[in-house]
């Protein structure tokens, strides 16, 4: 009776640390996701922060 309970309980934490591991996959990979698409974000602040200098140094020459 006892080694019954015991596996259902290791039945139900193995379960259950599946269910965790799943979504920390699910996390891991959505913070992958993130870190590129700041990485484009981040490269078109670059570019369109230097087409503004590029633009007022022309307005300004007008």
Known sequence: MISLIIIGVGGVMSLLLSIIAYFLKLL???????????????????????????????????
């Open 28 to 62: 891991v990979q959505d913070i992958r996701d993130l870190k590129k698409d700041y990485s484009s974000l981040r490269e078109l602040c670059i570019w369109l922060k230097a087409k503004q200098i590029s633009l007022e140094s022309k307005i300004s020459k007008t």
